[in-house]
């Protein structure tokens, strides 16, 4: 497992957004905020200055790939997962994109949160 992470979530869809976030505080995460909307997403990167992000690819008011790329113009890189129905639109629309293709499960999820973040050695080891 990677390191403890704070992580903001983007998801549209109230029930999968509370399923993801059971799933990433089992795997030993920190949920520092739900964003619901586009807007919602980048006002979320920029108060919590997660970690990681989990981005749906559809978000209220926009989509999770305009939502990033606000983001990273503002921030600068932010390690993201999108996890989408849809995942050829998101391929098509950012080309390296770590994705995970709903419905999905817990390790999926946690090996493309290994891919995004990928753990650090501790000093002195």
């Known amino acids: 497992m990677t390191q403890r ?15 993801l976030e059971e799933l990433l505080i ?8 739900i964003a619901h909307s586009e807007d919602e997403t980048v006002k979320a990167a920029g108060l919590c ?3 990681l992000m989990i981005v749906d690819g559809n978000l ?5 790939v305009a939502a990033m790329r606000r983001i990273q113009a503002a921030q600068g890189l932010v390690p993201h997962v ?6 050829l639109a998101i391929a098509q629309s950012v ?16 090996q493309a949160i290994e891919q ?10």
Not at 82 to 87: I, M, R
Not at 95 to 110: C, H, S, T, W
Not at 116 to 123: D, E, G, I, M, Q
Request: glycine share 12%; net charge negative; charged share 25%.
């Open 60 to 64: 209220h008011g926009g989509s999770g």
């Open 82 to 87: 999108y996890v989408t129905g849809d995942t």
């Open 26 to 33: 089992a795997l030993g995460h920190d949920v520092c905020a």
């Open 116 to 125: 995004a973040v990928p753990t650090r050695p501790h000093a002195g080891r």
């Open 95 to 110: 080309g390296q994109a770590i994705i995970v293709r709903k419905p999905f499960n817990m390790d999926e999820l946690e």
């Open 49 to 51: 200055r997660p970690d």
């Open 5 to 19: 992470l704070r992580i903001v979530l983007a998801e549209d869809e109230a029930l999968i957004a509370m399923y």
